[in-house]
C-alpha cells in the first residue's frame, strides 16, 4: 500500500437521507469551511435507513451541491457515494462538471454501483442485478474517462460497453479542474479494486477495522501492479462514524442521539474522547496507510460536535 504521510486529512460526511433540509445542510458545510475540515461530503441516498422519521425531508445529492457551491467559498464538496443506478452517466458528467465550473473547482465525484434495494423500490428507480450493475459502473467509469479525458474537446466519439452504447457521443462539458478527483470504494476482492486502479484517484474503505482496511487495500495494490500503475498514486481513505465527547456524560449523550449504543461505537467507530479518537485516527494510518478520514456525523443539528472534533482532534492529525 502507498507509504502513509506524518498527517491525515479529516473531511466532514453526511447523511442527509436520515432528515435534512438544505439549509441544515449548508450551516454544516460553512462549519466545515470556517473550522479548517479538508471537505464537505454527502452520501447520495434517498430513503431513509434505520429508526428515524426522515423529517424535515429528503434532498438530492447533486442539487444541495450546486446550491453549495454558490454558496461556501473554500471547501471542497463530494459524494460518497453517489449511486450509478440513479442518474444515467450522460447527464451526471454534465451535472458534475457544471457544478465543478460553479465551485471553481472544488468538487469531487464518488461513484458506486448502488446497493439498497428498499430505496430503489421506493422511488421507482430499477435495480439491476448485481453483475449488471458492476458492469454498469465499470461501463459509467470507461465512458466518463472518455468524455473528459480521452477525446479533443469539439469530437465525437462511440463506445460499446457491457451494457452501454454511444453514437457520435459529442465532448461534454468538461470539469475546470484538469483531473476532477474521483473516488471509488467498497469492500470487494476483484472488480472494484480493479475499477480503482483504472480510473479513481482514491480508493475509500467504509466502516471497517484498521485490519480489514488494511487487507482491503492489499487487493487494490494487487490491481495497481496488474495495470502497471504505481499504487502510491491512489490516496486511500477510511470513512467512519465519529462520536466524540470531553466526558462520559456527553459522549452518552452522543450516542442516544443517533441511536447507537455507546460501547458498540467505542469498538467499531470512532468514539471517545479526542485522545481516544486521535490515537483509533492514526491505527488507520499506521496499519492500513489511510491518509484522509471521512468523520460521519450523523446528528447534524450538533454543530458542536463539529468544533470539538475541529478544535481537540484535527490539529493532532
Not at 37 to 57: I, N
Request: charged content about 25%; overall charge negative.
Amino acid at each position: 500500500m502507498p507509504a502513509n504521510s506524518d498527517r491525515i486529512e479529516l473531511r466532514v460526511l453526511t447523511e442527509p437521507q436520515q432528515g435534512s433540509n438544505y439549509r441544515m445542510l449548508l450551516d454544516i458545510a460553512k462549519a466545515t469551511e470556517e473550522l479548517g475540515y479538508g471537505a464537505f461530503f454527502r452520501s447520495d441516498h434517498y430513503l431513509k435507513m434505520g429508526g428515524v422519521s426522515g423529517e424535515p425531508g429528503v434532498t438530492d445529492a447533486w442539487i444541495t451541491l450546486a446550491g453549495l457551491a454558490r454558496d461556501t467559498n473554500t471547501v471542497r464538496l463530494g459524494t460518497l457515494l453517489t449511486s450509478n443506478t440513479f442518474r444515467h452517466i450522460g447527464p451526471l458528467a454534465v451535472s458534475v462538471a457544471q457544478v465543478d465550473e460553479m465551485s471553481g473547482g472544488r468538487v469531487e465525484l464518488g461513484l458506486g454501483a448502488g446497493w439498497y434495494d428498499d430505496e430503489h423500490t421506493a422511488f421507482g428507480i430499477p435495480q439491476p442485478s448485481v453483475k449488471d450493475r458492476f458492469d454498469d459502473l465499470e461501463d459509467s467509469l470507461e465512458a466518463l474517462d472518455k468524455w473528459w479525458y480521452r477525446n479533443e474537446r469539439g469530437t465525437t466519439f462511440d463506445y460499446t460497453g457491457h451494457n452501454l452504447q454511444l453514437r457520435e457521443s459529442p465532448t461534454l462539458t468538461r470539469p475546470v479542474q484538469e483531473q476532477l478527483p474521483l473516488i471509488v470504494g467498497g469492500h470487494g476482492k476483484k472488480r472494484t479494486p480493479s475499477f480503482a486502479a483504472r480510473f479513481a484517484t482514491e480508493f475509500n474503505v467504509p466502516f471497517s477495522p484498521a485490519a480489514d482496511t488494511a487487507r482491503i487495500n492489499g487487493y487494490v495494490d494487487s490491481a495497481c501492479a496488474e495495470v502497471d500503475r504505481d499504487p502510491g498514486t491512489l490516496l486511500r481513505s477510511a470513512a467512519q462514524v465519529i462520536c466524540c465527547g470531553t466526558s462520559d456524560e456527553e459522549l452518552a449523550r452522543r450516542a442516544d442521539a443517533i441511536g447507537r449504543d455507546l460501547d458498540e461505537l467505542r469498538e467499531n467507530g470512532l468514539a471517545g474522547t479526542p485522545e481516544e479518537v486521535v490515537a483509533k485516527a492514526r491505527s488507520y494510518a499506521d496499519e492500513a496507510g489511510v491518509s484522509r478520514l471521512y468523520l460521519q456525523f450523523l446528528d447534524m443539528t450538533d454543530l458542536d460536535h463539529l468544533a470539538l472534533v475541529a478544535d481537540k482532534v484535527l490539529p493532532e492529525l
